[in-house]
C-alpha cells in the first residue's frame, strides 16, 4: 500500500511529507472493505496501529512525499481516464451503447435517440485520443495535464453513457443484478465487465475516486488555464502551526 506520513511538522502543508510503500500485511495494520453500491467492496477503511515501517521501504527522499504522492496520482488519473476508451478499439461502455441499440426494435430507435448516441460515440473518441496523448507523456516520465483532463472527461462520459444505454433497455434495465456483496479481482472504473447495469451504478464514483471533479477542474484552471488560484492563508504556515477545529 502507499503511506504518506507527516514527518516534519514544522514545514508548510506540502513540504515535510515522506512516501512509503507499506506491507498491507503487517502487524498492526487492519483492513475493512467497505461494501459498494453494486455489492461489491472495492475500497477499504485501512487503520493503524502501532505499525512500523522500515526506512528501506521509503520511496523518494524524506520530506519529498508531496512530490511522490503527485506523480501518484497523475498516473493514476491517466490510467482511470483510460477506463473510457485508452489507446486500444475498445471504447469502453459506449460498446455496449450500440450493441444494445443495434438489438432495438426499428419502431422503438428514436431519431433523438440516434443523436444522442452519437454524440456520445464522439465524445468517447476524443476521450480515447486525450487519454492516448496523457499515456504517451506519462511513459516518457512527464505525467501532464492529460491525465486530469481525462479523469474529468471520464467521470462525466460516463455517468451520461450508462445512464442512456439503461434507458434504451426500459424496464429491463432494473433487472437482472447481482448485488451479492463481494470482493472483486480488480478496480473496474467503467464497470464494463459487470454489464450496463453494474456500469450505471459504478459510474457514480467516478466524480469521486482520484481526485473529485471540482478538484480536476481547480488543477486545469490554475496550472492548464493559469486562472489564479483559490486563496490559501495558511500556505506559508508551518503545518504545527496551521489552525484546526
Not at 41 to 56: H, K
Not at 68 to 74: K, P, S
Not at 240 to 245: D, F, M
Request: charged letters at 25%; a neutral charge.
Amino acid at each position: 500500500g502507499m503511506l504518506v506520513t507527516r514527518t516534519d511538522p514544522e514545514q508548510p502543508k506540502h513540504k515535510g511529507m515522506t512516501y512509503f510503500a507499506i506491507d498491507m500485511h503487517s502487524p498492526g495494520v487492519e483492513v475493512r472493505p467497505l461494501r459498494q453500491i453494486t455489492g461489491e467492496a472495492e475500497f477499504n477503511e485501512v487503520y493503524m496501529t502501532d505499525a512500523r515501517v522500515p526506512d528501506t521501504q521509503r520511496v523518494g527522499d524524506i520530506g519529498d512525499g508531496w512530490r511522490v504522492a503527485l506523480t501518484t496520482l497523475m498516473n493514476e488519473r491517466t490510467a482511470i481516464g483510460g477506463g473510457g476508451g485508452g489507446n486500444s478499439k475498445r471504447r469502453g461502455p459506449i460498446d455496449e451503447t450500440v450493441r444494445i441499440w443495434n438489438e432495438l426494435p426499428s419502431d422503438l430507435q428514436t431519431g433523438a435517440q440516434k443523436d444522442q448516441m452519437m454524440r456520445l460515440w464522439c465524445r468517447s473518441e476524443v476521450l480515447r485520443l486525450t487519454n492516448a496523448r496523457g499515456a504517451a507523456a506519462a511513459k516518457a516520465g512527464n505525467p501532464g495535464p492529460e491525465g486530469s483532463i481525462a479523469k474529468l472527461m471520464l467521470a462525466e462520459f460516463n455517468q451520461e453513457v450508462t445512464a442512456f444505454t439503461v434507458g434504451l433497455l426500459g424496464a429491463r434495465g432494473m433487472i437482472d443484478f447481482d448485488f451479492t456483496f463481494r470482493r472483486p479481482d480488480g478496480l473496474s472504473v467503467d464497470g464494463a465487465e459487470g454489464g450496463v447495469r453494474h456500469s450505471f451504478l459504478r459510474s457514480r464514483a467516478n466524480s469521486i475516486e482520484g481526485g473529485t471533479s471540482e478538484i480536476m477542474r481547480n488543477i486545469l484552471g490554475e496550472q492548464v488555464l493559469g486562472l489564479p488560484g483559490e486563496p490559501r492563508v495558511d500556505k506559508a504556515i508551518p503545518w504545527i502551526k496551521v489552525p484546526r477545529n
